[in-house]
C-alpha cells in the first residue's frame, strides 16, 4: 500500500503540475482578476465550495494524500483575491467520517489562511456518521468546530444568520444516509425562516448538502445502479421543502452531495443535468467535490461557484481554484424579480 500510494502521489503531482501550466488556456480565462464584475455595486461577494473530506492517514492513507495534495492548491486562492469575498462558504462533507481529528486537521489547514470576513459552514452525511472518543455525537462536534473555525456559535446542525443584511438559512439532515431526511420540527422552523427572511425582500441564500430530489440529474447522477427516485437527494421530504421554497421570490439553493462536475445547456444532453437549474425564481445550484476528479461533468479538481450579488441581479461565476482561473462557459446570470 505504501509503494502503491507513493507512486501514485508522483503521479498526480506530476499531472497537477502539468495541468497548471498547459490548461489555463483550454479550460478557463487566465487573464481575468479575481475581483467582482462591478466591484463598485456589488453589495454581497462569497465563494462556496463543498466536499472537502477532510481525512488523516489513520483513517484512509489514499485520501488524506489527496487531500494533502490539493488542499495548498486550492485555499491560496481564495487568499489572493483582490477584493476579500464577504464569506467562504462550506456545503457539507468537510470531513470524511466525523472524527475530531478530521475535524481538528481541517481547522489546522484552514487557519493558515486568510479566506474571507466570515466562514459558513453545513454538515453532509459523512460529518454525520460518527461519534467522538470520549462519546461526543456528531452533532456536538459540528458545534464545537463551527466555534473554533468560524468563531460562530450555532446551537443545532440548522441554523440561521445573516452576511451584510442577506438573509442565509442552513439546513441539515438529522440521519446519516445517503438520503437527506428532515424532521417535522427542523421543517417547521424553515418555515418560519423562511416567512422572517422575505420580509426583508432580498434575496435568500438556503444552504443544504443534499440537493431537492430529481435535480441535477438525480437519482442516476448518483452514479450507482441501485437506486429510486429519492437517492441522493432530500428523501422523503423533499417535495414539502420544494413546496416552501418555491413559496418565496429570489431563492438561491445551494448543495453539494453528488461529486458531479460542472454542467452547463450545451453539455447538458450528455450530462443530464444543469449545474445551476431554474424554476421561475427559484434557482437551485449544485457544486462538485473541490478537491477531487468527478465521474461526470467537468472533470477538473478545484471548481467552485462564486456569488456576486447586485441590486437587480445575481452573477453565479465559475472559478477553479486550483488553476486560479475563470471558467465563463459554466457561468449564470440571475435576474431577481
Not at 204 to 219: A, K, M, R, S, Y
Not at 299 to 323: K, Q, S, T, W
Request: contains cysteine; negative net charge; glycine residues 8%.
Amino acid at each position: 500500500m505504501v509503494i502503491l500510494v507513493t507512486i501514485l502521489r508522483g503521479f498526480i503531482s506530476a499531472i497537477l503540475t502539468l495541468t497548471t501550466i498547459v490548461m489555463p488556456w483550454l479550460v478557463g480565462d487566465i487573464t481575468a482578476p479575481q475581483a467582482p464584475l462591478d466591484s463598485e455595486n456589488c453589495l454581497l461577494n462569497f465563494a462556496t465550495v463543498s466536499d472537502l473530506h477532510s481525512t488523516t492517514k489513520e483513517d484512509n492513507e489514499l485520501n488524506s494524500f489527496l487531500f494533502d495534495l490539493t488542499i495548498p492548491l486550492i485555499f491560496p486562492d481564495f487568499e489572493a483575491a483582490e477584493e476579500k469575498y464577504d464569506a467562504f462558504v462550506m456545503v457539507g462533507d468537510n470531513t470524511d467520517d466525523g472524527y475530531d481529528r478530521q475535524w481538528a486537521k481541517l481547522e489546522k489547514d484552514m487557519a493558515q489562511y486568510d479566506l474571507a470576513d466570515e466562514i459558513l459552514i453545513a454538515a453532509g452525511n459523512h460529518d454525520t456518521w460518527t461519534e467522538g472518543e470520549d462519546g461526543r455525537t456528531s452533532k456536538g462536534l459540528f458545534i464545537q468546530y463551527n466555534r473554533r473555525i468560524a468563531n460562530r456559535v450555532v446551537g443545532n446542525l440548522y441554523y440561521s444568520t445573516e452576511i451584510n443584511g442577506y438573509p442565509f438559512i442552513v439546513l441539515c439532515s438529522e440521519d446519516d444516509g445517503v438520503n437527506g431526511y428532515f424532521s417535522d420540527e427542523q421543517i417547521k422552523w424553515l418555515k418560519k425562516e423562511l416567512k422572517k427572511a422575505a420580509e426583508k425582500d432580498l434575496p435568500i441564500f438556503v444552504i443544504c448538502h443534499w440537493p431537492l430530489n430529481q435535480t441535477h440529474g438525480l437519482p442516476v447522477s448518483w452514479g450507482e445502479d441501485d437506486y429510486d427516485d429519492m437517492t441522493g437527494g432530500m428523501g422523503e421530504q423533499s417535495e414539502r421543502i420544494e413546496k416552501l421554497l418555491k413559496k418565496y421570490d429570489n431563492v438561491f439553493l445551494i448543495s453539494g452531495h453528488i461529486h458531479a462536475g460542472l454542467s452547463n445547456a450545451d453539455t447538458e444532453g450528455r450530462t443530464g443535468y444543469q449545474s445551476v437549474e431554474s424554476d421561475g425564481s427559484f434557482h437551485s445550484i449544485n457544486l462538485p467535490r473541490v478537491n477531487a476528479i468527478q465521474g461526470i461533468g467537468d472533470f477538473m479538481i478545484g471548481y467552485g461557484y462564486i456569488f456576486e450579488v447586485y441590486e437587480d441581479r445575481v452573477e453565479i461565476r465559475a472559478r477553479n481554484h486550483a488553476l486560479g482561473i475563470w471558467n465563463p462557459k459554466y457561468n449564470y446570470t440571475i435576474e431577481l424579480v
